[in-house]
């Protein structure tokens, strides 16, 4: 039986690569169903309101028929767009259940990570512009077509990621090594681990995979992200980052993981101001600089607040030995003074709902990744056992057949 893609685009400026694009999938063998994303503004140049007011509303219209082709039997979804058709089709693409196969074929006139953060899309740069047809564009939609193709005809039996709970965990590469060991541990007694970059766009998933049931319980032990949006304003706010597995009652395990620091850009790009503090180059691309007092009594309140509210059980483990791999002696950015602050804000602003365990180890200490997994093993399920979740999004099974 023949597959069928769901194709995003707007036709009225767009035509000619549609038309192209369909001709290629029609050589694999897909279907393009397209669903037209255009203004029809007719001409007519809008103002800025009015033109975001139409781009919401063509949104909201397209979501609603995307879910019903979902529903029909849908393998996959593709967009092939600029800036406008390729924002609407991202806000289309973001309605969509976060698994189901998707791709966004674009010239990236816009910064994309924020909004693919918790989603599973595909990118694929265009490099020449979506304007016409020309051999670079040929290239570009061929390439588009022979992936999505070979991924709708390859059969899956394999369920929704929401119906196969498992442990989520937060790490970066300052805590790498406790997730790591972690993980190990729950492979060995039968659990999964499904594990995410607390670098922002990490957390964004991690948050949406708790609100869709994904998890059964979590260890929430890189806190990263607070430094980046409470302190530096680096990140984009994620209102839910801390309160997704909460809200979702499941069971929480919570460490400072780098807490301690935060996670800046390239060196010659930070403000000066910064690297008068203790600071190190984590990559050519980021350097991490040491928070203040302050701003450690500020994160940590914020923690708080959020874990006071939780109607699932708590544990709050605190590595007095260290919050980061370059926490500890002869770290380049070592500081106890700064986890016994940490530690005072818990024990002054803690509820009695959360358990406060200080621990005398360093975070990627192995006697640290027991200690999660004796606060984590009542909660676990047993092996090959975990409760089937339905996902908060009604998302349908989807099977891709060839």
């Known amino acids: 039986m023949g ?3 769901l194709l995003l685009a707007t036709m009225e400026t ?5 038309a192209y694009f369909r001709e290629v999938m029609d050589r694999h063998g897909v279907h393009c169903h397209v669903l037209d994303l255009s203004l029809n503004a007719r001409g007519e140049v809008l103002s800025g309101q009015r033109k975001l007011q139409s781009m919401g509303l063509v949104a909201n219209t397209a979501s609603a028929l995307a879910h019903e082709a979902i529903e029909a039997g ?37 910064d994309p990570r924020y909004a693919l953060a918790d989603n599973a899309i595909v990118v694929v740069p265009t490099l020449a512009d979506v304007c016409g047809i020309n051999a670079a564009l040929r290239q570009a939609l061929e390439n588009a077509a022979a992936m999505l193709a070979g991924l709708c005809q390859a059969s899956t039996t394999l369920p929704h990621v929401s119906t196969n709970p498992s442990v989520g965990i937060t790490a970066l590469g300052a805590t ?7 993980a190990d541990a729950l ?3 039968g659990q999964e681990a499904t594990v995410f970059h607390a670098n922002g766009f990490g957390g964004a998933a991690y948050a949406r995979f708790a609100r869709c049931g994904t998890f059964h319980s979590v260890v929430d032990m890189t806190l990263h992200e607070l430094t980046r949006i409470h302190v530096a304003g680096a990140h984009v706010d994620m209102p839910d980052r801390l309160t997704a597995a909460r809200d979702a009652g499941v069971p929480q395990i919570v460490l400072p993981g780098g807490l301690n620091f935060i996670g800046l850009g390239e060196l010659a790009l930070v403000p000066p101001a910064y690297l008068e503090r203790p600071h190190y180059q984590h990559t050519g691309f980021f350097t991490h600089v040491q928070v203040t007092e302050d701003e450690m009594v500020h994160v940590a309140g914020k923690l708080a607040d959020a874990l006071n509210g939780a109607s699932g059980p708590v544990s709050l483990l605190v590595p007095m030995g260290g919050f980061s791999h370059q926490d500890a002696p002869g770290g380049a950015i070592e500081s106890p003074a700064l986890r016994q602050v940490f530690l005072k804000v818990m024990q002054e602003t803690l509820s009695s709902s959360v358990t406060l365990h200080p621990l005398d180890h360093h975070i990627n200490d192995a006697r640290t990744v027991r200690a999660i997994m004796d606060a984590l093993r009542p909660h676990l399920p047993a092996p090959n056992e975990a409760p089937q979740k339905a996902s908060h999004e009604g998302t349908t099974h989807v099977r891709a057949e060839a």
């Open 74 to 110: 849908a393998t996959a979804a593709v967009s092939i767009g600029g800036g406008t058709g390729g924002e609407i089709a991202l806000q289309v693409m973001r309605s969509m259940p976060f698994a189901f196969p998707k791709m966004l074929v674009t010239t990236l006139p816009f």
């Open 3 to 5: 597959c069928s893609v």
């Open 176 to 182: 790498g090594a406790c997730a790591d060991g972690l």
């Open 14 to 18: 767009k035509h000619e690569a549609i």
């Open 187 to 189: 492979k060995a007694e």
